[in-house]
């Protein structure tokens, strides 16, 4: 249902955690990758040589995606090695958590240049290059775009905002054969939590999410597979939430016997 034989994908922010999934899972998938990376070289690499190494073909690229510019000559710069593009995984964004009355401008922007005009102009790029054949467009989100977390009010913006735009670019580029949706997803188990968050507890971030766990970068790559597959060739315009639950969770409802 979701094989991609000789379809030609660019993944960005491919060298650690969910984008490296995404980009092996394309690859399994019989997808050709081109993974791109910002500063995770060694990662990205080492995707490169796994995939070619089961008989697929890959490479990877470095850009800085705060800047439009790098980020429309990144996809220019695959589509031209590839021969063409049918999938685009915009997957590259920063995170960091800073209180709302302490929040600056700086730190405002650096969200917002990478997240929103990183994902905004490398999907224009790439629907130009797939004028006339056609493609599939996938965002990455985040539950932080669908509930509140204290903290995250710029972070939460900017996901809030790939939602809102993935919804509107979705209905103008479909009537050109071009699908665009989302993948928005909830804790997802990444290199960056043990670093990032001391005495990080997995087993007991799990007793929080519905599921009874955290969620591993392959499920949201398999999601994303899927959805750049022809059997969603029906889903435009849509976010799908792959979050264990936490989002359909009522919170109220924990502070009820049972809940």
Request: net charge negative; glycine share 12%.
């Amino acid at each position: 249902m979701t094989n991609l034989l000789n379809k030609r994908a660019l993944v960005t922010g491919a060298g650690t955690g969910i984008g490296r999934s995404i980009a092996l899972e394309l690859a399994a998938q019989e997808a050709q990758v081109a993974l791109h990376y910002s500063h995770s070289r060694a990662g990205a690499e080492r995707a490169v040589q796994e995939i070619v190494a089961a008989g697929g073909v890959a490479m990877c690229y470095q850009a800085d995606l705060s800047s439009p510019q790098a980020g429309m000559a990144l996809v220019e710069q695959a589509a031209g090695v590839l021969g063409g593009l049918d999938i685009l995984v915009n997957n590259a964004g920063i995170t960091e958590e800073v209180p709302f009355l302490e929040a600056t401008p700086e730190h405002f922007d650096k969200l917002w240049q990478v997240n929103i005009r990183g994902q905004y102009f490398c999907a224009q790029a790439a629907a130009k290059q797939m004028l006339g054949h056609g493609g599939v467009i996938i965002n990455l989100a985040s539950v932080h775009g669908l509930a509140g977390s204290p903290g995250n009010s710029a972070y939460a913006a900017t996901k809030g905002a790939i939602i809102a735009f993935t919804r509107t670019v979705a209905v103008e580029l479909a009537p050109k054969g071009i699908r665009m949706a989302a993948v928005a997803p909830g804790w997802i188990e990444v290199e960056g939590h043990w670093q990032r968050y001391e005495g990080y507890d997995p087993v007991g971030a799990g007793k929080i999410i519905s599921a009874g766990r955290v969620g591993q970068p392959e499920e949201v790559a398999r999601t994303v597979a899927w959805l750049a597959s022809d059997a969603a060739s029906y889903i435009v315009g849509q976010t799908i939430v792959v979050d264990g639950g936490v989002t359909a969770l009522m919170s109220l409802a924990r502070a009820i016997p049972g809940g």
